[in-house]
């Protein structure tokens, strides 16, 4: 080994076709762990669309959650109002003025009412159910009732409203539940 006196010897070996032969003894190998690699790599995609998946629905299930808490608050708020100064003594009360704050608790209510059937509409969409209900609507008496019921809001905050109807056609076919909500968010988030 470390002697230089004798003269080392070598043995070679000769594989004429030596792919052919590896490839023969080892196919099934190969192809398994061709296999196994596909395999983690679908797994591996797989696992990474899901979670992406679940962020998109984390992220619309909580900008649905604050759309909703906004869309109730408006009406809830402004029944509150109504139910203040229909309470409060130091307000002169009219049967007009009384007339009229409970006619707005009432329309108030319907709207919750409207809300609480579109979030029930919001699940049927999601089962591929959801229909429109489109129907001839004045579009001056939706803003006219969108106004009125949130004036009362609008005052409290030493604002105003005003309103120019002025439509050469006003009729429109429309949902008119989803009109007066955009309706109302426009005005509640001017």
Not at 82 to 88: G, I, N, P, R, T
Request: hydrophobic share 45%; glycine share 4%; net charge neutral.
């Amino acid at each position: 080994l470390d002697n230089i006196f004798i003269e080392p010897q070598m043995l070679g070996i000769y594989f004429p076709n030596e792919r052919s032969y590896i490839l023969k003894t080892m196919w099934v190998m190969l192809l398994l762990s061709g296999v196994f690699v596909l395999f983690i790599i679908f797994a591996f995609y797989f696992t990474i669309l899901t979670i992406v998946r679940q962020k998109k629905l984390s992220e619309i299930k909580n900008d649905f959650i604050s759309n909703m808490t906004h869309e109730l608050k408006t009406p809830i708020s402004t029944i509150s109002l109504a139910c203040e100064v229909l309470s409060d003594t130091s307000v002169t009360k009219t049967p007009e003025r009384t007339g009229k704050y409970v006619t707005m608790i009432r329309d108030e209510n319907k709207r919750l009412g409207v809300l609480v059937e579109s979030v029930l509409q919001t699940a049927i969409l999601e089962k591929g159910h959801f229909k429109l209900k489109p129907q001839e609507t004045n579009i001056h008496h939706l803003i006219d009732q969108a106004v009125s019921n949130i004036r009362l809001q609008v005052e409290k905050k030493d604002g105003t409203i005003q309103t120019l109807l002025a439509a050469a056609l006003p009729e429109i076919s429309c949902d008119r539940t989803h009109v007066l909500n955009v309706i109302y968010n426009l005005l509640d988030n001017a």
